[in-house]
């Protein structure tokens, strides 16, 4: 069986990264999340001051973005990757609803994109990847074998958000509070002028509103199973 780049786009709080992850694993892929890089600087951004409300000081992240550096390293207790900012692990203080609210404003910026699209594309040299995000299918790997585009309502997506917040300690947020950030998010995402969210022309379609993990893995299971044995 030939080895391929595998890429997952759509919206947010779809589980593209759950997905990722476990389709990784079950195939023997290595899962790179693009989506926790641009969180990792809006966590940056966060705790250097580089925020006045929602407005972000895109001259000052400028001249900081040389200093950032994002990394994933291997939780052998949890066997998946975890994301380091710096050195430092930020993969709990990076899901949180500040982030959240915020990284669509980061993911935004050109000079951004282009620095983290680079990083992406120096990691997937090798093929035997999965990676998900925004404009992996469009933009980061044009030319991957195997594109999805996964997507489901609003309201389910709000729900399953706010299902992993309030497992993670979190009473606060309200399902308001999530479905407003999700609309505002995928507006932002589809209307930002560098990269914006779009579906690529040869990319198959995943509404995973009622499936079951189990059947959302057999389907992607057998979509790559039918590209690696051509």
Known sequence: MKTITIAIDGFSSCGKSTMAKDLAKQIGYIYIDSGAMYRAITLYCIQNNLFDGDVLNEEKLSQHIKDIHISFK??????????????????????????????????????????????????GKLKGIVMDGRDIGTVVFPDAELKFFVTASPDIRAQR???????????????????????????????????????????????NSTLTKEQQMQWLLDKFNHITSQ
Do not use: C, W
């Open 161 to 207: 958000r706010l299902d992993e917040l309030h497992a993670k300690g979190d009473t606060k947020t309200t399902f308001n509070d999530v479905l407003d950030n999700i609309k505002q998010r995928d507006y932002i995402d589809q209307h930002r002028e560098e990269s914006p969210l779009m579906q690529a022309e040869d990319a198959l379609v995943l509404d």
């Open 74 to 123: 291997l939780n052998k207790d949890t066997a998946t990757p975890e994301t380091y900012l710096n050195g430092v692990n930020v993969e709990k203080e990076i899901r949180t609803m500040e982030v959240s609210n915020k990284v669509s404003y980061v993911s935004a910026v050109g000079f951004v994109r282009r620095a983290m699209v680079h990083q992406q594309q120096e990691m």
